[in-house]
């Protein structure tokens, strides 16, 4: 059974950090594309971050960019999530989410529970 | 950056054909995937490459994409399908969804 479990959310301060960790399993975690979705409670979904199976190509979007740092150690199934210099507009639930392995495939077939940030003072 | 833009709202009477629309400047030209999002919940993939259905998805649910429209259309609507149905593409080297489209059926 594939799953994704995110932990390492909670309060954290305008300016400060935290960071998201997602364990995998019930997958051959290295073969797998990884991203980040956050969506503010009650709101749309906005992509983060991606990053490929080896890790040797790495996106994020612009809101987050020069801030977060998405990494992964395939040897432990995991993929990570750090925030730096936090802001009021990053809170958000943070889902890690895979992507389809097909090499045309650009869905997000599987998503984890998601993980609550609150960036408040 | 690019966008994509799906109507707020959407109403069905149960048993009839549901259709939520996803526009973007030739998004005919990428994949476009389809989720559904109940409330608490996580989303769901219920379309991907345009048309496909994942493994559990009815076949009541179906997808195009051509042009600047992708559309997601539910055939025989049930209240179990009620939710936020959100589009999703990749432009370049970015993700973007739509504003996603709350789904009733009444």
């Known amino acids: 059974e594939v799953q994704l479990v995110e932990s390492g959310g909670g309060l954290a301060q305008p300016g400060g950090s935290l960071r998201l960790s997602c364990a995998a399993s019930?997958?051959?975690?290295?073969?797998?594309?990884m991203n980040w979705v956050r969506q503010t409670p009650g709101k749309g979904l906005e992509w983060v971050s991606y990053?490929?199976?080896?890790?040797?190509?790495?996106y994020y979007a612009d809101s987050v960019k020069g801030r977060f740092t998405i990494s992964r150690d395939n040897a432990k199934n995991s993929l990570y999530l750090q925030m730096n210099s936090l802001r009021a507009e990053d809170t958000a639930i943070y889902y890690c989410?895979?992507?389809?392995?097909?090499?045309?495939?650009?869905?997000?077939?599987?998503w984890g529970q998601g993980t609550l940030v609150t960036v408040s003072s | 950056s690019y966008e994509l833009t799906q109507p707020p709202s959407v109403s069905v009477s149960p048993g009839q054909t549901a259709s939520i629309t996803c526009s973007g400047d030739?998004?005919?030209?990428?994949?476009a995937s389809w989720y559904r999002q109940k409330p608490g919940q996580s989303p769901v993939l219920v379309i991907y490459?345009?048309?496909k259905r994942p493994s559990g998805i009815p076949e009541r649910f179906s997808g195009s994409n051509s042009g600047n429209t992708a559309t997601l259309t539910i055939s025989a609507t049930q209240p179990m399908d009620e939710g936020d149905y959100y589009c999703?593409?990749?432009?370049?080297?970015?993700?973007?969804f739509g504003g996603g489209t709350k789904l009733t059926v009444l």
């Open positions: 989410v895979r992507e389809g392995i097909a090499a045309t495939d650009t869905s997000f077939d599987f």
């Open positions: 019930g997958f051959t975690f290295s073969s797998y594309e």
């Open positions: 990053m490929s199976g080896s890790g040797n190509t790495i």
């Open positions: 030739k998004l005919g030209d990428k994949y």
């Open positions: 490459e345009d048309t």
């Open positions: 999703q593409a990749w432009d370049s080297s970015a993700v973007v």
